[in-house]
């Protein structure tokens, strides 16, 4: 998960998944103290706010991207990305790369449970 392209983010983040009138909506959000690039990359003067262009999502079927991105104090100090999902084959390759970015980082995610609420 990258905010900048081809940097990524250490920590992990909330993710929602809702669906309404047949859209899935996901809202991927890191508190901005977790988005560590924006926060220690921009200290350093590695990185600023101005390098993030949208957030990523890259595994070895390719990419799922965003421009929807809000930071900072208008978002209550988080940094979010919002996907939003009309055909279920989209759905199901987002869920096969939170299967598999879970198991990489060694978190407990099933989507087999059921996310649409």
């Known amino acids: 998960m990258q905010f900048i392209r081809n940097v990524d983010e250490r920590y992990y983040p909330d993710i929602r998944i809702k669906l309404w ?3 899935f909506y ?5 508190l901005i103290s977790d ?3 924006l926060i220690y990359g921009a ?3 590695t990185y600023s706010i ?3 262009k949208g957030f990523f999502l890259i ?9 929807e991105v809000e930071l ?4 209550g100090h988080q940094a979010s990305a919002k996907i939003s999902i009309v055909k279920p084959e989209n759905y199901d390759r987002l869920q096969r790369f939170l299967d598999r970015w879970a198991v990489a980082h060694d978190l407990d995610y099933d989507s087999k ?3 649409r609420f």
Request: hydrophobic letters at 35%; glycine letters at 10%.
């Open 21 to 23: 009138n047949n859209v």
């Open 26 to 30: 996901v809202n991927i959000t890191f």
């Open 35 to 37: 988005a560590w690039n």
């Open 43 to 45: 200290q350093r003067g």
């Open 50 to 52: 101005d390098d993030v």
């Open 59 to 67: 595994d070895e079927e390719g990419i799922i991207w965003t421009d």
């Open 72 to 75: 900072g104090e208008a978002s």
């Open 113 to 115: 449970i059921d996310q």
